[in-house]
């Protein structure tokens, strides 16, 4: 067990590494330049070259290393042995001037953003992001399963067809039609429940339960079907004959074996919950992290394309081990 | 079974108490939405309307427009007088004895001295840098920076060191003070000269980018790197509770992608004019959420409404309005704006959206090059040619059918009547027949011989994906069709690739707009400067060069209106270098019986600050609006109504009309 984990951690670089090389590439690529505006004037285009020299701009390989050299932590490990931090720190006091904030992973300064650093931005929108995905994974689970086990229970019954009908209306429909509905029943209809925006729980509930929909759905599919499996296997029936309780049965034995597959799901599922999405971000105002995948690149923002790539594939490494690790509590069969 | 259901029955029974317990956050005087989030509260660095609006609440230049007035007039602001040299290019602004920053300190002199050096500076990176290299000697100054750090940089090393960087800081304040037309005289007393006459100086430094920031504060966050030698500019002084300004209201919490709240600021010299004590600016993005907010009261005023489904919501308000028909008719003959019409009509939501002209066009590019981007010879060199294109696009159905958002079909660049005492040109009409005959007279059609030549390419129209440009595109590729007999395809791009492609004219003919920033034709004829970074059209004409050379010197302003007038015929009535389609509308949504000191001028510049809520009992709750320029404003302090008075209107731009 110690050892998996010690061998996933020491991975964990080389695979980041790798992202992080390809995105650039990819984010370097992106026709148009970053420091300009949708629309509108120009700026001059002697602004522009030191608009591109203040930040590393001008060259690929020089703001690659720069960048991975301040992200990776390296430069901040490498000023604080020099005795660079310290210096700064002190030509700060005797100036007068703030002290430069720089953190372990220094992810850069937002092109967008001109007031917010990439850190703070991820600061400020990940919390939420993690929020929203849990409570929305929580919800999912209780519900999926729950309408799991209900369908397995009594196959093709008049539960088990609308359970199977909800399921199949939350996989297919887009979570802007299910978000705008439900945003136009609670918020503008009968207003019990606030439009967008984010702070109270009460802002947390409809863009958690439309979050939670299309992964309530899947994993009351994924239950259904382990159910049925498990409850017609050979010590299902041993364990009814031996008079153990329905419930039981149902709960102690069945469940613990169908919720297998539910757990590998739930591994990259809680991932891209937790990280995020940009159309429940849009449609109820939550500043999440979902919106930056989408506006950094059409901003062609470097440093916040980087910046949340590295966040999120650092996140989902993070979650597939922790899945693993977890499998092998519940079945210790697994090597 | 049902314990199977219970788990989640107590998981809807937490959220429901989680909902019943939550303390309801007590409610802004006024919420609205701005569109955005704000990128920036660095004034000297920022470029973009959301932006400005938020400036405009936390700081105050030298002058002010006021945003009420038809004129648009400029006010004095920090200033509160100045005088001009005869030969227009010495400033003299005497700041008024009480303009206070929010820390109590008073605003001097320097400070917007301070501030200006900042925008001038290469380190700053600002968007409009070159406004502020209109002082005298400030493009040498950037250039000498720009030179001496690309020298620093080139040092070896061992010899950047902080010493060195503060070195080069220092004497570049030396050169700065020596070289740049910016002095303050004495706290009070700031003088600044051009390096030539700019006749829309003061309307100009009535944008936000001018303003004034706290020195004592911001250079602590500007500090020479010793590795590059530049400022390095760090974070940290636009955020509460760092942040100083000397506006009217002053900024207590900044959260990133959701709101900014504002308090009144007691430092303010003009406080007694504000009537709002806080106010919340959302930083709602979606344009469907932002009219939802509206619709269930969260906001009060949204700035701009762009859901894909607003030209339904216009359809509506003139539904409304025809049902009150005879009411409406009787307020709008007694000549009353059109805030004021939709107040003293019956309360109704569909009322709630106004429909402004703004000071921009929308326009079609042609791409002026001799040659193609792949080489083959450009029809559209021809300026024949571009009439005919010109004269075969049928607008108002564009307008009427397509837009429907109350636009006005635009024949000039600069929007008729829209800047004072200068006349627009007739423009090109509508006329197919006109066309063809233009284009056969290129070359292009049936020749006296009976033949016919083909046109030589198929014409290509290039537009940005999003925001409906689809729709105009076929719109004018069906008439270029229909009218010219010439083959058409449409080019769908990314924003990003889409503005690439413009700079570096690689489209044939293309989608575009502008908006005017200051109050003076050149905002939009500059456009077609041979070198003008914006010249996107690639247009060279000497003819057009000389004149607005010409103008520039010009120092009589009727002299110079008349050579201005002369560019803009010559291009919209012969070059057409790209074909005006509509003046754009923008739409804002509010309860005129609720909300009053909105602005209806076309410059789209708001005060939010000297918004007022009817009926909330603070302040006199008298409906602000709109009057004739040079008119005292009647909710402005007194020091302004008398500045106002003893100044004869510096006369920039009596508005459009509302379009409704």
Known sequence: MIGLIVRRLAQLPLIVIVIYTITLVLAWKIPGNPLEQGEGRRPAPEVIEQMQKQYNLDNFWTFYGTYLWNASGLRYASDTMSGARAREAQHAEESGSAPATRPVFDLGPSLQYKDFSVNEIVASALPVSVTLGGVAMLIAVVIGVGAGVVGAVRPNSFADLATLGVALLGISLPTFVIGTALLMLFGVWLRVLPVGGWGTPSDMLLPAVTLALPFAAYIARLTRMGMIEQLSSDYVRTARAKGVSERGVLMRHALKNAFLPVLSYLGPATALAMTGSFVVEKVFVVPGMGQHFVNAVLNKDLFLIMGVVLVFATMLILFNLAVDVLYRFVDPRIE | ?660
């Open chain 2, 1 to 660: 079974m049902a314990r199977l259901i219970l788990p989640l029955l107590v998981v809807l029974a937490l959220l429901g108490a989680l909902i019943l317990i939550d303390p309801p956050e007590e409610r802004a005087d006024l919420v609205f939405i701005n569109g955005n989030d704000v990128t920036t509260l660095d004034v000297t660095r920022m470029s973009w309307i959301p932006d400005m609006r938020a400036a405009d609440l936390l700081f105050e230049g030298l002058v002010r427009n006021d945003v009420l007035s038809t004129g648009f007039d400029v006010i004095p602001a920090a200033a509160e007088s100045w005088t001009i040299s005869d030969d227009r290019t010495r400033y003299t602004f005497t700041l008024r004895a009480d303009a206070k920053w929010s820390n109590g300190e008073p605003v001097r002199a320097a400070d917007f001295v301070y501030a200006w050096r900042r925008g001038m500076l290469p380190d700053t990176v600002a968007d409009y840098a070159a406004w502020f290299l209109l002082v005298r000697g400030g493009q040498a100054f950037f250039d000498w920076r720009t030179s001496a750090l690309d020298q620093y940089a080139a040092r070896p090393a061992s010899e950047r060191t902080q010493d060195a960087a503060d070195a080069l800081w220092a004497e570049t304040l030396q050169r700065f003070d020596e070289s740049v037309g910016l002095r303050a005289r004495d706290d009070r007393t700031l003088e600044i000269t051009l390096e030539r006459p700019v006749p829309y100086f003061l309307d100009l430094i009535a944008l936000p980018v001018f303003c004034p920031v706290y020195p004592a504060l911001v250079s602590r966050y500007e500090i020479p790197a010793a590795d590059t030698g530049r400022l390095e500019l760090r974070q940290g002084w636009t955020k509460p509770p760092e942040i100083v300004g000397n506006g009217p209201m002053k900024l207590t919490r900044w959260r990133f992608k959701r709101d900014l709240r504002f308090e009144k600021n007691e430092h303010y010299w003009g406080r007694d004019t504000i009537t709002l004590d806080t106010i919340l600016m959302l930083s709602t993005e979606d344009p469907n959420a932002q009219v939802l907010a509206m619709n269930s009261g969260t906001a009060d005023w949204l700035s701009d409404v762009t859901p894909p489904y607003r030209g339904d919501m216009l359809a509506e308000r003139r539904a409304f309005h025809a049902e009150h028909a005879a009411e409406y008719e009787r307020l709008v003959a007694e000549g009353l704006p059109q805030y004021e019409v939709d107040r003293l009509l019956p309360p109704d939501p569909r009322k709630h959206v106004q429909s402004v002209t703004v000071f921009g066009t929308y326009f079609w590019n042609f791409n002026c090059k001799p040659e193609l981007p792949d080489g083959r010879e450009n029809p559209f060199h021809d300026a024949r040619v571009r009439r005919a294109f010109a004269m075969a696009i049928d607008k108002r159905s564009i307008t009427e059918d397509i837009r429907r958002l109350g636009e006005q079909v635009a024949t000039t660049l600069t929007p008729p009547g829209s800047i004072g005492g200068y006349q627009t040109p007739a423009g090109v009409a509508f006329d197919p027949a006109g066309a063809r005959a233009l284009l056969a007279e290129a070359g292009y059609g049936p020749d006296a011989k009976g033949g016919a030549r083909e046109f030589p390419v198929i014409v290509e129209l290039a537009f940005n994906k999003d925001s409906g440009h689809d729709l105009v595109a076929q719109a004018i590729a069906r008439n270029w069709q229909e009218h010219l007999g010439v083959k058409t395809r449409l080019v769908q791009k990314e924003l990003k690739v889409y503005r690439e492609d413009l700079k570096n004219a690689n489209y044939m003919t293309s989608r575009a707009g502008w908006y005017g920033d200051y109050g003076d034709p050149t905002t939009f004829l500059d456009l077609s400067y041979s070198t003008d970074g914006n010249n996107d059209r690639k247009f060279a004409s000497p003819e057009i060069d000389r004149l607005l050379d010409a103008a520039r010197a010009e120092l009589d302003p009727d002299a110079r209106t008349r050579i201005l007038e002369e560019v803009e015929r010559i291009l919209m009535d012969e070059e057409l270098p790209m074909v005006p389609i509509f003046h754009y509308a923008q739409l804002y949504m509010f309860d005129p019986e609720r909300v009053t000191g909105v602005s209806a001028h076309a410059r789209t510049r708001q005060l939010v600050a000297w918004f007022d809520v009817l009926g909330d009992g603070k302040g006199d709750d008298v409906p602000r609006s709109t009057h004739a320029p040079g008119e005292p404003t009647p909710y402005l302090p007194d020091a302004w109504k008398r500045a106002v008075h003893e100044r004869s209107a510096p006369g920039t731009s009596p508005s459009l009309e509302p379009a409704s």
